[in-house]
């Protein structure tokens, strides 16, 4: 318990308890965030809970009481989404709002977990104030959002949506060596469950997710909150470079295959061609494996991943053609052979103005002048988004820092996120 009272006492230390009115309690916020914080607990305060895993399962278990409690119908489909649902005065679509609870490995408290206490914040508001939606409303848990196991997220999203492929699940191998469909099994679900997992979209309206910024712009314009207008497209890509070991004092230089010599090369021309296609784009290599790895032996491949991410697809996509050719170009100067496969391709999400508009009145009942934000990550509202409306709202985070177990925002923030929020979702229940 030391760790989740070390949270909950930081938490709600200087926290403006005034913002806790209209059923929102800040420290059920608090409270809430502190208890999933204990669940896959680090030594350094972050969390690890990888798609799938125990953890992740049992993260979704206490939501699941949470919900249970509010009154929700809870049901989960077979690719592991969580649902908690609320019924209106009246049928017809639903209005959904939630995020995720896995988390990269080490990574922080509040990147998905909070969207999801967010949305069902707003069902706790509601039950202690009598308010009785005249939409259905559903809080959901998205599996597997962060994809560090297998190297491709969004896996719950893209399963409901039906944009979960066979192609894609066939790729999905992780660190032991286990396919998606050992894994899924393991968890309690199957291939065929996970294919039901897919939903009739036309039965949701909406969709609305909560998240911290991971940047620093709020901070730096001294925002709690703030409207994402476009949500950056991730393409993953893997890139080998396959050359020739030999000894490093036997082998002259001008008769080698080094593969970390093409790989560098590439690395270093990736690292400027963004700025030639977009302002916005993005392309970051994060990962790199060396084979066999000896400090006396010319490597004989390498493998590493490129992360391509752009608000603009037309664009992001151009530059995925230039870095494959970036790619080859640095193979054939050091004669090298070289592989490229893309493991994850989304496309950007555009808000509609009239969401956005929405959204920015919601902030200003608040006293916060609107801001608009490009998120540069990928989210499960940028999946829902490609067949429904949907909406993201961000909050202020420190430093901006993420994916880290200094990863912090403060519960004022928090509280003033969750009353925005509801507000925007009770505007949408009153529209036909």
Not at 316 to 322: E, F, Y
Request: aromatic share 6%; glycine share 10%; charged share 25%.
């Amino acid at each position: 318990m030391i760790a989740s009272e070390t949270l909950l006492t930081k938490l709600t230390a200087g926290y403006d308890q005034s913002l806790s009115r209209g059923g929102v309690d800040g420290r059920r916020v608090a409270e809430r965030l502190s208890t999933l914080s204990m669940i896959g607990a680090s030594l350094e305060g972050g969390v690890t809970r990888p798609g799938y895993s125990t953890e992740e399962k049992q993260a979704k278990q206490v939501v699941k009481s949470w919900m249970e409690q509010a009154g929700l119908k809870v049901i989960e489909d077979g690719a592991g989404n969580v649902i908690g649902r609320m019924e209106g005065t009246e049928k017809g679509s639903t209005i959904m709002s939630g995020s995720h609870v896995d988390s990269v490995p080490n990574g922080g408290n509040f990147d998905g977990p909070l969207g999801v206490i967010a949305a069902l914040e707003v069902v706790e508001a509601w039950k202690e104030t009598g308010y009785l939606p005249r939409k259905p409303f559903e809080v959901v848990i998205f599996s597997d959002e962060e994809g560090t196991r297998f190297g491709a997220g969004l896996t719950g999203s893209h399963a409901m949506t039906g944009q979960l492929t066979e192609q894609e699940t066939n790729l999905k191998i992780d660190k032991d060596g286990k396919s998606f469909e050992t894994v899924i099994e393991e968890y309690g679900s199957s291939l065929s469950s996970v294919w039901r997992a897919k939903r009739e979209m036309s039965e949701i309206e909406l969709f609305v997710e909560l998240h911290i910024e991971q940047g620093k712009i709020l901070e730096k314009n001294d925002r709690s909150v703030g409207v994402v207008k476009g949500i950056a497209g991730p393409v993953w890509m893997n890139v080998t470079f396959e050359g020739e070991a030999g000894h490093a004092g036997n082998t002259p230089m001008n008769d080698r295959r080094d593969s970390m010599v093409a790989a560098s090369h590439f690395i270093h021309s990736v690292s400027s061609l963004p700025r030639q296609f977009s302002e916005t784009a993005v392309a970051t290599i994060g990962k790199l494996n060396v084979y066999p790895n000896g400090i006396n032996v010319i490597p004989q491949k390498v493998e590493l991943t490129v992360d391509i991410r752009d608000i603009h697809e037309d664009k992001r996509d151009a530059l995925v053609k230039a870095i494959i050719v970036a790619a080859e170009q640095s193979g054939a100067a050091h004669n090298v052979d070289v592989i490229c496969q893309k493991t994850l391709a989304v496309q950007p999400l555009l808000i509609n103005d009239e969401l956005l508009s929405d959204m920015k009145e919601s902030i200003t009942k608040f006293g916060i002048e609107p801001m608009e934000l490009i998120s540069g990550a990928g989210h499960d509202a940028m999946v829902i988004g490609r067949e429904i409306p949907a909406a993201m709202l961000f909050v202020r985070s420190k430093k901006g820092i993420s994916h880290n177990p200094e990863e912090w925002t403060d519960l004022s923030d928090c509280v003033i996120g969750v009353q925005v929020l509801k507000d925007f979702i009770e505007q949408q229940m009153g529209r036909p």
